[in-house]
């Protein structure tokens, strides 16, 4: 059994369903497999490093799997990877492709926002593909207006790097921070209700959820980063490694899962097919002999040549 997730009851529609509007699945009322995998993995390594030093217990709580040991141990890279039983509690995962918002959906979820923060927040997004956790823990003094980027904390390396911004964005960023008085030190992002103090991540999820609801979708916003990287891949000015670079991947490997096509692109493409696959090819009425035709048009042919 898993624990129900309280951020599920906010979803709207029923689980294992599919959203009509964005084909995306609905979430189940538990937690999804990636963060189970991710809990029992950071809770056995807690365990492990503090047994290491004898300020734990002997035995691990969370067991290993024995197969998979066995399986990666003194294998060589150019080996094939034999597979092996997951450990127990793991559950099994399933890898997604990465879901991009169309443009006409993008117009009505930005069109839903309220205020100039919002507004922002989703350029900023859209534009730099940053991580939440990364664009919601910039400072006012990050921006750098002159040349149109911002400075976040990556993720992993935990080291500043740049991302762009649009000028969609720089201009709603001026407008959101005009409205009020700032310091420098200032978190970029602020609530707008009560004292003011930085927008968590719970608080950004919620303004998303909202225009789900009114919108009968299921976007998150991780879905944002999916959206501005596939415009990267698809807008033929960037290379791959160069969206590498602006998304803050470790490995290439995790940017070319950007260049599958589109859901979308793909059913509108096979909608063309099957439009043309039906169409009667132009001919001659059947019983007609093939030499036949070929003098009669043959002929008329060679007389319009003369003529000319």
């Known amino acids: 059994m898993v624990a129900h997730n309280p951020q599920r009851r906010r979803s709207s529609g029923l689980p294992g369903g599919v959203n009509i509007k964005t084909g995306k699945p609905h979430l189940n009322a ?11 993995a950071a809770v056995r390594n807690f365990y492990e490093f503090h047994a290491r030093w004898s300020r734990g217990p002997v035995v691990n709580l969370v067991p290993a799997s024995a197969h998979r040991r066995k399986a990666l141990s003194h294998r060589s890279p150019l080996e094939m990877k034999q597979p092996f039983r997951r450990a ?22 930005f069109g839903s926002m309220t205020c100039d923060r919002d507004r922002a927040l989703l350029e900023c997004f859209v534009s730099s593909g940053a991580r939440a956790e990364e664009l919601l823990g910039a400072r006012t003094s990050d921006i750098d207006w002159a040349n149109q980027r911002l ?10 790097r740049w991302i762009p911004l649009s000028p969609e964005a720089m201009t709603w960023l001026g407008r959101y921070l005009g409205s009020s008085k700032v310091d420098p030190d200032d978190p970029l992002w602020r609530t707008l209700r009560g004292p003011q ?56 490997h995790t940017t070319s899962r950007y260049t599958v096509p589109r859901a979308e692109d793909v059913i509108a493409k096979m909608q063309e097919f099957h439009a043309r696959a039906h169409q009667p090819s132009p001919g001659y009425t059947p019983g007609y002999a093939a030499e036949d035709i070929s003098a009669v048009f043959g002929a008329r042919k060679r007389t319009d040549d003369v003529q000319g």
């Not at 538990?30 to 029992?40: I, P, R």
């Open 30 to 40: 538990g937690y999804g497999a990636a963060t189970v995998n991710l809990t029992l």
């Open 88 to 109: 127990p509690y793991r559950r099994r995962a399933s890898h997604a492709l990465p879901r991009s918002i169309p443009d006409g959906q993008w117009v009505e979820l």
């Open 151 to 160: 400075s976040v904390i990556s993720k992993g390396t935990r080291e500043r």
């Open 197 to 252: 103090r930085q927008l968590s991540y719970s608080a950004a999820r919620r303004i998303v959820q909202r225009a789900n609801a009114a919108a009968e979708t299921n976007w998150t916003l991780h879905d944002l980063r999916h959206t501005a990287s596939i415009r990267m891949v698809n807008s033929g000015v960037l290379t791959l490694p160069e969206v590498q670079v602006v998304l803050g991947h470790a490995d290439l």
